[in-house]
């Protein structure tokens, strides 16, 4: 089966699914919640990926993720972005430690 | 306490991704502005991919999860130029615009809304058209009002309760002077209402009637430019002190629609007078023509 994004396959966001499970949520509210997850690590990994691109490059890049082509995808990272898969999964980290800090200043 | 903590953390992390549209768009604008020019020649797939165009996330709980994440293909592109032009055209700091400037955008948001906006209306404008919007609480509508009154199905009031009801009534005081003469009318003014500081206008106390009528329910349109949702608000109350820091007020409805929060997470709008004489246009939101 196809992964939803080009990078699905080196993050891991359980950790926070987990959490959100632990909470007293409608199964509804849990899925809203954690699709915003993913839309707030979606524009954070876009953001770091133009910030290291030439203009040209980043419309390069641009094309391939409407393509969505991700063997294409990470041709051209890899190519152009030293350590990319580091630097997404860094950015993901820091990302999903303050979405967790969110929850506990919630929860408290 | 499900509710608050979700909406909590809704709320929290919804203001958080409009802030990373934002600086996207801030930062990278003009090659996200050729990917909208040229996504129909470029897209293979779903959308999912490009919702950093728009920056559209699902508003209110999904019944269809996965389609409420994905933007609808009719309104991607008139949503992007919409928030890529204002992008070109709004400063950096939210300050009063330059005239040129609420023309430019005039421009813009008559053109994608249909609609005839503009920051001056009758030789009358408020004290400025583009600034931080806070939230308000909902408006006793008639004598007696109050909030098992106020809502008109389990789910708005679910989504609005705790907003609560203003101890006082709004500027022109009731909306109707009692339940069974309550019109709809009536009802979507209290639903789409806006605050803004009336009293701020030139000369207002010594014009204080003629400002007072031509306020009164004044239809305006509120854009968000993050996200590019517009609304067709009245004005019904006067505020908020400039010592607060924001400009304008909106209803919860408002503010629900417009996906802005109010605090650490306000945000700002865009509010131009619509002229319509002759009441064709109705409250609420609307989307591009």
């Known amino acids: 089966m196809k992964k939803k994004y080009f990078y699905s396959h080196i993050i891991d966001t359980s950790t926070l699914s987990l959490e959100l499970n632990e909470m007293d949520l409608t199964s509804i509210e849990r899925l809203h919640l954690i699709s915003l997850v993913e839309s707030n690590i979606h524009q954070e990994i876009i953001n770091l990926i133009l910030s290291e691109l030439s203009l040209p490059d980043k419309k390069i890049f641009l094309a391939h993720l409407a393509s969505e082509n991700h063997d294409k995808i990470w041709e051209f990272l890899n190519s152009k972005i030293n350590d990319a898969e580091e630097k997404i999964k860094k950015t993901v980290e820091d990302l999903k430690s303050e979405l967790h800090k969110d929850i506990k200043e919630i929860k408290s | ?289």
């Open chain 2, 1 to 289: 306490m499900t509710q608050s903590h979700y909406k909590s953390l809704s709320d929290r992390w919804r203001a958080r991704h409009q802030n990373l549209t934002k600086n996207l768009w801030i930062k990278h604008g003009e090659s996200l502005e050729w990917l909208a020019n040229n996504y129909r020649q470029l897209i293979s797939g779903s959308l999912g991919g490009l919702m950093i165009l728009t920056g559209q996330i699902s508003n209110t709980l999904p019944s269809a999860p996965i389609a409420a994440t994905q933007p609808a293909i009719p309104n991607l592109d008139k949503k992007t130029f919409l928030i890529s032009d204002l992008a070109q055209i709004l400063p950096k700091d939210v300050r009063p615009l330059e005239a040129e400037e609420e023309q430019n955008i005039c421009d813009i948001l008559s053109r994608t809304y249909g609609i005839k906006v503009t920051p001056e209306l009758e030789g009358k404008r408020l004290n400025r058209s583009y600034g931080f919007i806070g939230a308000e609480q909902h408006l006793i509508r008639y004598p007696g009002d109050n909030l098992s009154s106020h809502f008109d199905s389990d789910e708005d009031s679910e989504l609005y309760w705790q907003q609560g009801m203003a101890p006082g009534l709004g500027a022109w005081s009731y909306f109707s002077p009692s339940k069974e003469a309550s019109t709809q009318k009536d009802k979507d003014r209290e639903k789409y209402y806006i605050a803004v500081p009336t009293f701020l206008s030139k000369d207002f106390n010594s014009r204080f009637a003629e400002y007072r009528d031509f306020y009164k329910y004044r239809k305006m349109l509120v854009v968000n430019p993050n996200n590019g949702r517009a609304i067709v608000a009245d004005i019904a109350d006067a505020g908020p002190a400039e010592s607060t820091g924001k400009q304008l007020g909106g209803s919860p409805e408002v503010m629900h629609y417009l996906e802005r929060f109010d605090g650490s997470l306000k945000g700002p709008v865009l509010y131009f007078f619509i002229n319509d004489p002759d009441d064709k246009i109705n409250l609420g939101p609307v989307t591009p023509i």
